[in-house]
Every structure is written in structure tokens, then in C-alpha cells.
Antibody, heavy 118, light 109 residues
Framework: EVRLVESGGDLVQPGGSLRLSCVGSGFTFSTFAMTWVRQAPGKGLEWLSYISESFSPIFYADSVKGRFTVSRDNAKNSLYLQMNSLRAEDTAVYYC???????????WGQGTLVTVSS | QAVVTQEPSLTVSPGGTVTLTCGSSTGAVTSGHYCYWFQQKPGQAPRTLIYDTTNKHSWTPARFSGSLLGGKAALTLSGAQPEDEAEYYCFLSYTDTWVFGGGTRLTVL
């Protein structure tokens, strides 16, 4: 089965750090670009980051630039999002998505919840 | 940063036709914005319906279509079904940044 599974979401204090993972299965992970998107409770979708299948280019939304770092380990079929200096407004469900052809969003994961609170 | 605007809510009758639009604060939406449309139901991940303004994925119902209309991107639903009740988001590409619209809550009633 072709799927993406996010993990790593947790309750973290403001100023803390967290690393999210997204594991792909059922396809050749190394050949697809990947994207992170989040959704705050009751709010809309927000694009966060993109990493190409060849590790470059990488793009970030202004809201997370300098705090979040995207990476991938193709040998482990894994995408990561290192999140530092977390704020209350980073509280959200975080989704990863896989591209296909010119579509960035061919396959979505089910999301993982990050809560930033003291 | 660019702001992408959508109707907050729309209502369509079963079997009816409705058009959702997606505008940009920077001016007219063109094919160069590579517009996407997503459907999201409560408690579920988004599902991609349209990419690159008009292209459908294999799972996209034929009753959905994407276009450019009057300087905006548009998603037209022809022959609405009860299962089409959902939140719909558009997504536009700019130079080195990408922005979602605020979403349109579509009610089929």
C-alpha cells in the first residue's frame, strides 16, 4: 500500500524543539519531492516547506524560516521537520505530502499533532 | 506576502452547479500560479482535486473542473452531491513562496 505516516507530534513548552518524521512506504521515496503543510485547530491550511527529490532546492514559508529545517533520508524513506524555538502559534496538525509529476500534493499523510503550551 | 482570497462560504442545492473562486492580492491569477484545489472533510487530511489550474488526478470526480475566470482561478462543481459538502482550499505559487487561500465551506442543501 502506498502511504505516508507522520509521527513525532507531542506537547512541548514554548521555546522548545521537536522533530517530526514522515515515513513513506509502497513507493520509491527517493524519486519524489516532499512538502510540509500544517493546520492550526479550526483554521485553514498553511504551506511550510518543500524539498526536492534531489535535496535541492529547499523552500520555507516566512513564518518558519530560520526556526524550522526540512531534511530527508532517502535510505530510510523518511522526511523530517526539525522545529526549534516553538511558539504557541505553531500548535497545529502537521501533514507531509508527496509529489508526482508536476503535482506537489499527490499523496497526503494523516497528520501529527503538535501542541505548544506551558 | 501575497494574500489568497476565497469565499468564506457557499451553498449549493443537490444536483446544482456552483463556482468557487480564488483571487490573489498581487493581481490576476494566471496559469503561472499553478493553482491547486483541495477538498477537506472534518477530521480528515486534505485531498487534492485539481493541480496546475485544470488538471485532475485519477480520483477526482468528473463533476469537478478547474479554470481561470475573470482574473481568478475557479473550481466548478456541476451536479453537486451530498458527499461534496466540505471545506475547499486553493493554493497558489509565487516566486519562492506558496500560499493557501482561507478556504470555502461548501454546504450542499
Amino acid at each position: 500500500e502506498v502511504r505516508l505516516v507522520e509521527s513525532g507530534g507531542d506537547l512541548v513548552q514554548p521555546g522548545g524543539s521537536l522533530r517530526l518524521s514522515c515515513v513513506g512506504s509502497g513507493f520509491t521515496f527517493s524519486t519524489f519531492a516532499m512538502t510540509w503543510v500544517r493546520q492550526a485547530p479550526g483554521k485553514g491550511l498553511e504551506w511550510l516547506s518543500y524539498i526536492s527529490e534531489s535535496f535541492s532546492p529547499i523552500f520555507y514559508a516566512d513564518s518558519v524560516k530560520g526556526r524550522f529545517t526540512v531534511s530527508r533520508d532517502n535510505a530510510k524513506n523518511s522526511l523530517y521537520l526539525q522545529m526549534n524555538s516553538l511558539r504557541a502559534e505553531d500548535t497545529a496538525v502537521y501533514y507531509c505530502a508527496r509529489g508526482f509529476g508536476t503535482s506537489w500534493f499527490y499523496l497526503w499523510g494523516q497528520g501529527t499533532l503538535v501542541t505548544v503550551s506551558s | 506576502q501575497a494574500v489568497v482570497t476565497q469565499e468564506p462560504s457557499l451553498t449549493v442545492s443537490p444536483g446544482g452547479t456552483v463556482t468557487l473562486t480564488c483571487g490573489s492580492s498581487t493581481g490576476a491569477v494566471t496559469s503561472g500560479h499553478y493553482c491547486y484545489w483541495f477538498q477537506q472533510k472534518p477530521g480528515q487530511a486534505p485531498r487534492t482535486l485539481i493541480y496546475d489550474t485544470t488538471n485532475k488526478h485519477s480520483w477526482t470526480p468528473a463533476r469537478f473542473s478547474g479554470s481561470l475566470l475573470g482574473g481568478k482561478a475557479a473550481l466548478t462543481l456541476s451536479g453537486a452531491q451530498p458527499e461534496d459538502e466540505a471545506e475547499y482550499y486553493c493554493f497558489l505559487s509565487y516566486t519562492d513562496t506558496w500560499v493557501f487561500g482561507g478556504g470555502t465551506r461548501l454546504t450542499v442543501l
